[in-house]
T-cell receptor, first 111, second 116 residues
Framework: DAKTTQPPSMDCAEGRAANLPCNHS???????VYWYRQIHSQGPQYIIH???NNETNEMASLIITEDRKSSTLILPHATLRDTAVYYC????????????FGQGTRLTINP | GAVVSQHPSWVICKSGTSVKIECRSL??????MFWYRQFPKQSLMLMAT?????????EQGVEKDKFLINHASLTLSTLTVTSAHPEDSSFYIC????????????FGPGTRLTVT
């Protein structure tokens, strides 16, 4: 079972920042937080991951709370092409490497 | 980034026939490949994990004799749906991982299977 909770859907205006929350209250110290997204009828695309510190790359920023029980994915300037289902996944550092997908958040970027 | 391809991208077959789906890592060697299934408006469900040169590990509830997985080389894994039925119609997605530890998984574009 997925260890994360996400809102089922969100809307955001084009050009604005999209902030997608994720709760992972049972996360352990040796588990990463990963974010993937899936555009309709395509395979999932890796976005970003983190352990304790905030992370940023060319696609997004990941903000992890100090207690690590929740995180927020930030798309700084959302475009229409960012419309997708976003999955927050908790994954062990070691051991089984399989990804368990929850229901994700369906993000719709509106013009 | 690393590229994973799948072939075919879509296939239609008749009930009772078998269908083979290929998953290839194009620019890296994949020691582990994963197969997922996704029904409409649902999330991805892991079917099995395969390591090159060994038998696949199937998730609970997935019939290993119906979904045959072969990972014969470091760049190719195949999923064969045997004696397909309409309820097997789904979107099948593979992913590949380069090594152990924290190497990332890269996903293929998926294969849409329709069984008539």
């Amino acid at each position: 079972d997925a260890k994360t909770t996400q809102p089922p859907s969100m809307d955001c205006a084009e050009g604005r920042a999209a902030n997608l929350p994720c709760n992972h209250s049972t996360i352990s110290g040796n588990e990463y937080v990963y974010w993937y997204r899936q555009i309709h009828s395509q395979g999932p695309q890796y976005i970003i991951h983190g352990l304790k510190n905030n992370e940023t790359n060319e696609m997004a920023s990941l903000i992890i709370t100090e207690d690590r029980k929740s995180s927020t994915l930030i798309l700084p300037h959302a475009t229409l092409r960012d419309t997708a289902v976003y999955y927050c996944i908790v994954r062990p550092i070691q051991g089984a490497q399989k990804l368990v997908f929850g229901q994700g958040t369906r993000l719709t970027i509106n013009p | 980034g690393a590229v994973v391809s799948q072939h075919p991208s879509w296939v239609i077959c008749k009930s009772g026939t078998s269908v083979k789906i290929e998953c290839r890592s194009l620019d890296f060697q994949a020691t582990t490949m994963f197969w997922y299934r996704q029904f409409p408006k649902q999330s991805l469900m892991l079917m099995a994990t395969s390591n090159e040169g060994s038998k696949a590990t199937y998730e609970q509830g997935v019939e290993k004799d119906k979904f045959l997985i072969n990972h014969a080389s470091l760049t190719l894994s195949t999923l064969t749906v045997t004696s397909a039925h309409p309820e097997d119609s789904s979107f099948y997605i593979c992913s590949a991982r380069e090594g152990s530890g924290t190497y990332e998984q890269y996903f293929g574009p998926g294969t849409r299977l329709t069984v008539t």
